[in-house]
């Protein structure tokens, strides 16, 4: 994963530079500049997307969770932190998931349950994901863009669509973690096969199969990703290029299929440039605003990201400090 996400960010990285070469950067700086302070807004509104996601992981845990150790604050602030890894740090968008549940771990929640409950995630997100793609791409078709492109974007859409699916039904009803250790075991010379494998399959089976948290958390992940579009139609209106909220939604949902599609790609770093150019020209939006777009939204990582990675590391040390140390 680490060789991929490198792999990804040199090509992101790339793709970036050849899209603000191409455009005209003084222009998009004026465009940022325009703004002024109204783009501080975007920060603070970013804290009712983690929210949702947080009351909907909280849902997942709570099986595990009788006496509340894991509270919806503590859960909110391991959703920030697992998503500025994820937008900040240079490794794959999964990436934050581990160290969710390392820190949920830390109110005593056990490591199979934990991750169970981090991958039926994963796998309830990409379904998601789907649904608003679907929603976007029946916008897409009423703006009137090209035959091609609508055709293109329709025809990736369903030849991915077994992903999630195939994904779901082996993670419901296959030991999918505990036939991987069998095949890595002999290559890595383990002499016993532990059982983490073996508990890590049962939980997913059983947090897969509570449905209506499942359909709880979907509903709130869905609501989250519609929460983001406010973020491309407020961008829009205070650069003085507004577009109506079904444009909003167009944009946000193919750039975050486009993103999740890419996910090995550190923080979909071009990825999401290239996407707001394409699909914003349907809307008429210029190269040059589009990249000013996408620049307020990584201003918001920014804001939102640092200071959560910040608190990890001064827990971490916290934790460390706290712990006994071990006499020769």
Excluded at 172 to 188: A, D, H, K, T
Excluded at 219 to 229: D, K, M, Q, T, Y
Aim: one cysteine or more; glycine letters at 10%; a positive charge.
């Amino acid at each position: 994963m680490k060789l991929a996400a490198y792999i990804g960010g040199v090509a992101g990285l790339a793709l970036l530079v050849i899209l603000m070469l191409r455009s005209d950067f003084a222009a998009m700086w004026q465009t940022v500049r325009s703004a002024g302070w109204s783009l501080l807004w975007l920060p603070p509104y970013r804290l009712l997307y983690f929210l949702l996601y947080a009351i909907g992981w909280r849902a997942l845990l709570a099986p595990y969770d009788r006496q509340g150790r894991a509270g919806l604050g503590y859960v909110f602030w391991v959703t920030t932190v697992r998503e500025g890894i994820d937008r900040l740090l240079p490794v794959a968008s999964v990436g934050g998931g581990f160290a969710g549940v390392r820190l949920i771990g830390w109110r005593g929640i056990a490591t199979a349950p934990a991750a169970a409950t981090v991958a039926a995630e994963i796998v309830l997100t990409m379904t998601v994901m789907y649904i608003f793609t679907a929603i976007g791409l029946f916008l897409l078709s009423g703006l009137g863009t090209s035959n091609e492109t609508y055709q293109h974007v329709l025809t990736g859409l369903l030849l991915s669509l077994p992903v999630p699916v195939v994904t779901g039904l082996l993670l419901r009803y296959g030991s999918v973690f505990e036939r991987l250790e069998n095949f890595i075991r002999p290559m890595v010379g383990v002499n016993m096969l532990t059982d983490g494998a073996a508990a890590l399959d049962r939980e997913l089976r059983a947090c897969i199969g509570r449905g209506w948290r499942l359909t709880f958390a979907g509903v709130l992940e869905l609501a989250a990703f519609f929460s983001g579009s406010f973020e491309v139609w407020f961008a829009l209106r205070v650069f003085g290029h507004p577009i109506d909220i079904r444009g909003a939604i167009m944009l946000e949902s193919m750039i975050q299929a486009m993103r999740h599609v890419a996910f090995v790609v550190p923080a979909g770093l071009g990825v999401q440039e290239a996407g707001l150019v394409l699909f914003g020209h349907m809307l008429g939006i210029s190269g040059e605003l589009a990249l000013a777009v996408s620049m307020a939204k990584r201003l918001r990582e920014v804001v939102c990201g640092v200071p959560a990675l910040i608190s990890w590391q001064w827990a971490e040390a916290a934790r460390l400090r706290r712990m006994p140390v071990r006499s020769p």
